[in-house]
């Protein structure tokens, strides 16, 4: 079991468990993933972070302040922090499913350097700005949840989004492919939780629905 620890409080959960937060400030995303990648690193789990620099910057005080070595954790590689957006995009573009290759790939690579759980953190308003549609964003999330929550993946995957820059209804439709949300300095527990294989077919038939052209009018 792994501790999500937010404003002071702590909650027990699982690897293979997919999580989102809604974050207002830009500093509340170094505030929840600087302890669940300290305790990662204070243990045998990788650890990986990808956001702005800025927020880097602030991840790293953070750990250094809780006196964590983060220079030593980064050169044996058990920590990765990502600044550039290029390595989570395929050839410039948000691609769900590539970004769900990329996961499998560090969970593949991090177990077989002998770590036994990935920590993931990503800020998804930085990676997804000006490049993600919501139905990108959704069918990721559905894809995400459906791998490493029904497969049981050795990984903690925490997925951060700016809530003033979502509309509100894909802020409801993420709501229902998590089964657990930070919002604010809260960690809640989600009782309108749905099947995420179920909600990725009715994306895929939606889009399909849209692309499929429409009979002449004779």
């Given amino acids: ?92 573009r948000f691609d769900p499913y590539h970004l769900i290759s990329t996961h499998q790939a560090l969970i593949a690579k991090s177990l077989a350097d002998g770590w036994q759980t990935v920590r993931a953190v990503i800020d998804m308003g930085w990676l997804c700005a000006g490049l993600a549609t919501p139905e990108q964003i959704l069918k990721y999330e559905a894809a995400a949840d459906a791998v490493f929550t029904f497969q049981a993946r050795p990984i903690v995957a925490l997925l951060q989004y700016n809530y003033s820059e979502l509309p509100g209804e894909l802020v409801v439709e993420l709501l229902k492919l998590h089964p657990m949300a930070i919002v604010g300095r809260f960690i809640k527990r989600n009782p309108y939780y749905v099947n995420a294989e179920d909600y990725m077919v009715k994306i895929i038939r939606r889009g399909q629905q849209r692309r499929s052209p429409r009979p002449a009018v004779t």
Avoid: W
């Fill in 1 to 92: 079991m792994i501790d999500l620890e937010v404003g002071g409080k702590r909650e027990r959960i699982r690897p293979g468990l997919h999580i989102c937060q809604f974050y207002n400030q830009p500093i509340e995303i170094s505030q929840t993933a600087a302890p669940l990648l300290r305790d990662g690193l204070r243990g045998k789990d990788r650890c990986y972070l990808a956001a702005a620099p800025a927020r880097l910057d602030e991840v790293r005080k953070m750990l250094r302040s809780s006196h964590v070595d983060v220079d030593g954790a980064i050169a044996n590689g058990q920590l990765r922090l990502a600044g550039e957006r290029a390595e989570l995009l395929f050839n410039g």
